[in-house]
């Protein structure tokens, strides 16, 4: 299993499912360590590990680019993928948004329910779903022996 480190950084290229889901599991990790360790974020640690939470969103999202790539889909359909969470993350972020997303609706946590199967089903698709064999138009295929 190997990835260029600067798929990492710059969403381009082809990742096959392997290094996705290894690769997703450190990410999220890295998300876990982070959001257990930013008790206070008003002292220097706490704000030193809350500016790494975009770098880890970053990364991860140049993940999935690339596993866009790998099953020939454009970059571009990260959005629909992520911006469920980017909203939820906003919403349970601000104190004053907390309480009104927890006072909602039945009929808002019905469609918090849809969009997090939708992010889910999303997820799962680009996960599980074969590359393209042979080179596309994003590159060659990561799994292709060399001649």
């Excluded at 680019?65 to 020939?72: E, M």
């Amino acid at each position: 299993m190997t990835i260029p480190a600067s798929q990492f950084f710059w969403p381009t290229g082809r990742t096959n499912r392997a290094p996705y889901w290894v690769l997703g599991f450190v990410v999220n990790a890295i998300f876990n360590v982070l959001d257990k360790a930013i008790a206070n974020p008003a002292s220097i640690v706490g704000f030193a590990l809350l500016s790494a939470f975009p770098l880890a969103a970053y990364i991860s999202i140049c993940l999935v680019i690339g596993r866009l790539h790998d099953i020939n889909r454009s970059g571009w359909w990260v959005l629909p993928i992520w911006l469920p969470v980017l909203a939820l993350i906003f919403v349970t972020a601000l104190p004053q948004w907390r309480e009104y997303a927890l006072a909602s609706s039945p009929l808002r946590w019905k469609l918090a329910a849809i969009l997090c199967f939708t992010w889910l089903a999303a997820l799962l698709y680009v996960g599980l779903k074969r590359g393209t064999q042979g080179p596309n138009r994003f590159g060659a295929d990561p799994l292709a022996r060399p001649r």
